[in-house]
């Protein structure tokens, strides 16, 4: 059985930081691909950030130069370090696995973790 189980998300004031856990388990987590999504109130779940199973990274413009993707394969984890924290960054938080390999798409998501950026 697949697992995906997000951890880390809070209350924090604008400027702070936060760091995201998504730790995994049922899956080959090395060969997968990453992502960080996003859905605040009343809008479309967005991505945020992905790692390849090589480590290439990518982010969205929103959040470049602020928040950090990494995994480690060891521990089946991937982390989403959040800095400089706006309001705007307010929003559930899901982590996403994604593998295609001959021919078969596999994706799997968290239940969410809800982050908020208040003052």
Known sequence: QVQLVESGGGLVQPGESLKLSCTTSGISFSSYVM?????????????????????????ADSVKGRFTISRDNAKNTVYLQMNSLKPEDTAVYYCNSRRRLLGRFDDYWGQGTQVTVSS
Not at 39 to 50: D, I
């Open 35 to 59: 992502p960080w999504y996003r859905q605040a109130p009343g809008k479309q779940r967005e991505s945020v950030a992905r790692i390849t199973s090589n480590g290439s990274t990518y982010y």
